[in-house]
T-cell receptor, first 119, second 111 residues
Framework: NAGVTQTPKFQVLKTGQSMTLQCAQD?????MYWYRQDPGMGLRLIYY???????DKGEVPNGYNVSRLNKREFSLRLESAAPSQTSVYFC??????????????????FGPGTRLTVL | GQQLNQSPQSMFIQEGEDVSMNCTSS?????WLWYKQDPGEGPVLLIA?????ELTSNGRLTAQFGITRKDSFLNISASIPSDVGIYFC???????????FGTGTQLKVEL
């Protein structure tokens, strides 16, 4: 199993350009997440998808859109990149949500990250 | 958004020393997770805790789920150079979809 994979690993954009960050998992997880990590800020949730066909906003959704393409793939799109979106982006996944699920289903597994610079 | 208070922010220790870090919250959590992040990599899960009072070990790492369910600590015994990295705690309230992350403890080990 590859686990959670992300592409690209690095990207440089100019202000106003658009791009899509790709994420895929092969663990048959139901839920997928996008985070950004900035120095001193820890991990902040941008968007998540509790299950295929659903998406919800996290803590910092402005300037981003997401698509849950199928159970395996969850993409993050920047329509018009801004310097404030310079960050490291992580995708994560976990098994299942909902009351009654075993506690071990709370474990999230992360991809290697995409380092994005917006000039 | 809510974040967990994690301390210390950074530690600079000698190889062979024991390390202790902790995480506190104003909210009750049903699950505590501890992750380690190496430079240029994504966070990797080290230990997961599911019950108040639970003490779990993974090699030289030991973590405990606080009795009040509002805190957790992680101990690393006999540190080695490869322990260098950022350690994050994360909590889950159960029944929801999101983890809350701490701001991280950066560990540096002096040879």
């Amino acid at each position: 199993n590859a686990g959670v994979t992300q592409t690209p690993k690095f990207q440089v954009l100019k202000t106003g350009q658009s791009m899509t960050l790709q994420c895929a998992q092969d663990m048959n997880h139901n839920s997928m997440y996008w985070y950004r990590q900035d120095p001193g800020m820890g991990l902040r949730l941008i968007y998540y998808s509790a299950s295929e066909g659903t998406t919800d906003k996290g803590e910092v959704p402005n300037g981003y859109n997401v698509s849950r393409l199928n159970k395996r793939e969850f993409s993050l799109r920047l329509e018009s990149a801004a310097p404030s979106q310079t960050s490291v982006y992580f995708c994560a996944s976990r098994y299942i949500v909902g009351a009654g699920a075993p506690s071990s289903y709370n474990e999230q597994f992360f991809g290697p990250g995409t380092r994005l610079t917006v000039l | 958004g809510q974040q967990l208070n994690q301390s210390p922010q950074s530690m600079f220790i000698q190889e062979g020393e024991d390390v202790s870090m902790n995480c506190t919250s104003s909210s009750i959590f049903n699950t505590w997770l501890w992750y380690k992040q190496d430079p240029g990599e994504g966070p990797v899960l080290l230990i997961a805790l599911y019950k108040a009072g639970e003490l779990t070990s993974n090699g030289r790492l030991t973590a405990q789920f606080g009795i009040t369910r509002k805190d957790s600590f992680l101990n690393i015994s006999a540190s080695i150079p490869s322990d260098v990295g950022i350690y994050f705690c994360a909590g889950h309230t159960g029944g929801g979809n999101k983890l809350t992350f701490g701001t991280g403890t950066q560990l540096k080990v002096e040879l």
